[in-house]
């Protein structure tokens, strides 16, 4: 089988035209998530209703609210697709009450310490506290820590210093395993694909 140049005119082309039907048909803005598969060069694609990284690189995150209202009362958006121009590089890290040297088991109980970062290109969307217990019941995220660099390197470089800055105690977290594939060569290069924990990190 022919591997796919997931960058192509056509493939572009095709994703930009099933999220504008989405958007139009639903009332929605979503993304298009896509990569490789770690067999065949199959592309690993899904819709999102929102994305961080998206608005975190073009700059409409802090209006992301007031464009769904927008869109939800059949009203038009401010801007036009080529207005809408993606700049640097931005990476997100999703921090769960989970345990990754127990293949990643749930670890619910109380937040000794939470203090998350503060910067410029810097944002963390999260519910919980000092204090806070996270529940047996539910979905183990805590945070979502998401960061812009210049460009790729940038955007690694920052995301390590910021997730060194993440203050998190009390119950064992995924924050560790991030530092861990943000320093891991195969990640550095780009040479990675949806087998590389199991590959790499497990």
Not at 72 to 83: I, N, S, T, Y
Not at 92 to 98: D, G, K, S, T, V
């Amino acid at each position: 089988m022919k591997e796919l140049d997931l960058y192509s005119t056509e493939i572009i082309d095709f994703i930009l035209h099933v999220t504008r039907y989405v958007c139009l048909k639903h009332r929605c803005m979503p993304t298009a998530v896509w990569g490789k598969w770690k067999r065949d060069g199959i592309p690993a694609a899904r819709l999102e209703a929102a994305d961080m990284l998206q608005e975190r690189l073009c700059y409409y995150d802090k209006d992301g609210q007031r464009h769904w209202m927008l869109l939800d009362h059949g009203e038009a958006l401010p801007f036009r697709q080529k207005d809408i121009v993606p700049t640097g590089h931005a990476i997100e890290c999703r921090i769960n009450a989970e345990d990754p040297d127990a293949n990643f088991a749930p670890r619910p109980g109380r937040i000794d310490l939470f203090f998350p970062p503060m910067a410029k290109d810097v944002r963390v969307d999260s519910h919980v506290h000092t204090g806070y217990v996270v529940p047996p019941q539910y979905d183990s995220l805590i945070a979502k820590l998401i960061v812009k660099g210049s460009d790729r390197p940038d955007a690694i470089r920052r995301t390590r210093e910021f997730l060194d800055e993440f203050l998190l105690e009390g119950i064992p977290t995924t924050k560790p395993f991030h530092r861990r594939v943000l320093e891991h060569e195969k990640f550095l290069k780009g040479e990675h694909n949806t087998g590389f924990v199991d590959d790499y990190l497990t």
